[in-house]
């Protein structure tokens, strides 16, 4: 069946509701989702962090082999099994996504804000935390 849910671009998991009152949140905490998965239900979610660098945030679906009744009970039980699926996304061209990423950089404002939250959800040997390290640097650079 089908399930709608959202796609965290941080700890790259699409991140679904498995029952009406599941609040779902992505391992990395990022987001949730909730609303279960009823035809007619509204589906609503959030950030705690709207951090554009990383893409933005839409509702999209994916094919899953559980039931309806198997993700209700998952939930139910707290047995945690299902509501996440990892994703790991080849980018597009990296030199398109760097250009990406200082456009959403340069709109930032508050950049320690920015800096705080790399801090708590990426290594600081991490490519991402690297990546945007260095786009400062050479958004500082051009505007000497
Ligand atoms: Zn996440």
Not at 34 to 51: E, F, H
Not at 77 to 97: A, F, H, L, S
């Amino acid at each position: 069946m089908k399930v709608n849910g959202v796609y965290c671009p941080i700890c790259q998991t699409f991140v679904f509701s498995r029952a009406h009152y599941d609040c779902r949140r992505c391992p990395c905490g990022n987001i949730f989702v909730d609303g279960g998965q009823d035809k007619d239900s509204y589906i609503r979610y959030g950030a705690k962090n709207d951090v554009k660098v990383f893409g933005s945030l839409s509702v999209s679906s994916r094919e899953i082999t559980q039931s309806l009744k198997e993700l209700y009970n998952d939930w139910n039980k707290g047995i945690d099994n299902y509501g996440y699926i990892k994703e790991e996304k080849k980018m597009n061209k990296p030199v398109d996504r760097e250009k990406k990423m200082e456009e959403a950089i340069r709109a930032y404002e508050a950049w320690d804000i920015l800096l705080n939250y790399m801090e708590e959800y990426f290594d600081k040997d991490s490519e991402e935390y690297n990546t945007v390290l260095t786009i400062m640097d050479k958004i500082e650079e051009k505007n000497k």
